[in-house]
């Protein structure tokens, strides 16, 4: 166009005698002209090019990078397999905290040792150490030389108890007749009442080893000492084998009862102020501490230990787990009092990443979609296309349903926090936006719901 209006001027000059200013002041409002239009022309092929090619510095009009997930999409199956688990937040005052050692104690009534009035021979061992058992339930049976013996002398007893009971009974109606002298019936009486104490006497001892002489015939002899359980509980240990000695009240076997488990915190002097009955107790075992625990005070010690300069704090376990052992040792968390309980994580919950710290909140899928719907609405094409991939899940949903169990999907939000006091595996986080006070957050797998989020956006696992 810039020729073709140098041209029409070239022909006015030829056609028309004009002055030289004249002249020179079209040529020079040509020139103008076609410089300007040249500017507009590139100012044009300019925004033209950033227009075409605007996304191309991996930004767009949200500030997102280019295929950057806001949620991570994790299916049931998945969290199964990497072992991902979510719960709700709870709340401690970590930085008003008593840290103490202790162990898991069992007290004496809920022990007992398996041992024999007499001694005698292992005959038969029907538990191991780890067998649980109910009160009165046979362990062992011994054969005893002194049980039999006992027996022998039983039936003996029985026998001259009836012979004096016969002439007891003789002498008391001849006397009543005039037939016998008293100084008869007095010694008569006298040897019937020392029989029958003497039958009772080896008759409680048969019953203290289990054996009942009325369940048997006269005569009967029984060969096998039955050893019963004292309480219900496990087999803590077996002392013995079968074919050994057991000596008279030698323990052959130990049960316990963890029922009665509970938790004895050694509590230094300066830390006795801050204990009171009732207080919650968090404690995690030595040899476990990825698992937290909770027990309540119900007793303070009145004397010092001898050892430690210590107070024993007793406290009840919430539950009592199965694999709870005397003994086990343990480190607590005493909450003081008077500090604000802050929202508190595990420490594997906390990702950090591009210097920034993040925990990951479980949301809805109505809330995910609705989020990633909103970043492509102007978009025709990807509006389009999130559709269909919307009607695409609900077809693979209907065409699917027994497989829904494994094929459910969970969504997961990063969270930015800052951290706070760590104690006992437990961080106190604060949440750089507003959380729901009962949000679900990754306990135990962040790091997997972490590299899913770095995933391109549309690839699946």
Not at 302 to 310: A, I, L, N, Y
Not at 370 to 384: D, Q, V, Y
Not at 399 to 422: A, M, S
């Amino acid at each position: 166009m810039y020729h073709q209006y140098l041209c029409t001027i070239q022909q006015i000059i030829k056609n028309m005698k004009y002055n030289k200013s004249i002249i020179i002041s079209v040529l020079a409002l040509a020139l103008c002209g076609g410089a300007l239009q040249s500017c507009e022309q590139s100012k044009g092929n300019k925004e033209h090019s950033e227009e075409a090619h605007g996304h191309s510095e991996g930004e767009d009009e949200h500030g997102h990078s280019e295929g950057e997930k806001d949620f991570a999409e994790i299916s049931k199956k998945q969290m199964q397999t990497v072992g991902i688990e979510v719960a709700s937040l709870e709340y401690k005052a970590l930085d008003e905290s008593i840290r103490a050692n202790g162990s898991l104690s069992l007290p004496k009534s809920h022990k007992a040792e398996v041992s024999a009035v007499f001694g005698g021979q292992i005959k038969q061992l029907l538990v191991h150490s780890g067998d649980k058992v109910k009160r009165g339930q046979t362990i062992a049976y011994i054969s005893s030389p002194e049980v039999i013996q006992l027996q022998e002398d039983y039936w003996r007893a029985k026998a001259s108890s009836e012979i004096a009971k016969a002439d007891y009974e003789r002498q008391e109606t001849l006397k009543k007749n005039g037939g016998s002298s008293e100084k008869k019936f007095l010694t008569a009486k006298a040897e019937y009442t020392s029989q029958a104490s003497r039958l009772r006497a080896l008759g409680s001892k048969l019953r203290l080893v289990g054996i009942n002489p009325k369940n048997y015939k006269e005569g009967t002899i029984v060969e096998r000492l039955a050893l019963p359980s004292p309480l219900t509980g496990v087999i803590a240990k077996v002392n013995a084998s079968v074919g050994s000695f057991l000596e008279a009240s030698s323990p052959l076997a130990e049960v316990v009862d963890n029922s009665g488990l509970h938790l004895e915190l050694n509590i230094y002097e300066q830390d006795l102020s801050k204990i009171r009955l009732g207080q919650t107790i968090h404690f995690t075992l030595t040899n476990d501490p990825r698992k937290e625990y909770d027990a309540t005070v119900y007793s303070i010690g009145s004397s010092f230990e001898q050892d430690s300069h210590t107070i024993v704090v007793h406290c009840r376990l919430a539950k009592v787990e199965e694999n709870f052992i005397d003994g086990m040792n343990i480190t607590g968390l005493v909450s003081a009092g008077g500090a604000e309980a802050l929202p508190v994580l595990p420490e594997e919950a906390i990702v950090h990443n591009d210097g920034k710290d993040y925990a990951y909140m479980l949301v809805s899928e109505e809330e995910a979609e609705g989020s990633e719907l909103g970043h492509n609405h102007e978009e025709g094409e990807e509006h389009s296309h999130s559709e269909a991939e919307h009607q695409h899940k609900e077809q693979q949903h209907s065409e699917g349903e027994k497989h829904q169990d494994e094929q459910e999907q969970f969504y997961f939000k990063p969270v930015e926090v800052v951290r706070g006091t760590t104690e006992l595996g437990f961080t106190a986080v604060h949440f750089l936006t507003k959380v729901p006070k009962d949000a679900q957050f990754v306990q135990r797998g962040a790091f997997f719901v972490a590299a899913e989020l770095s995933e391109p956006a549309g690839h699946h696992h």
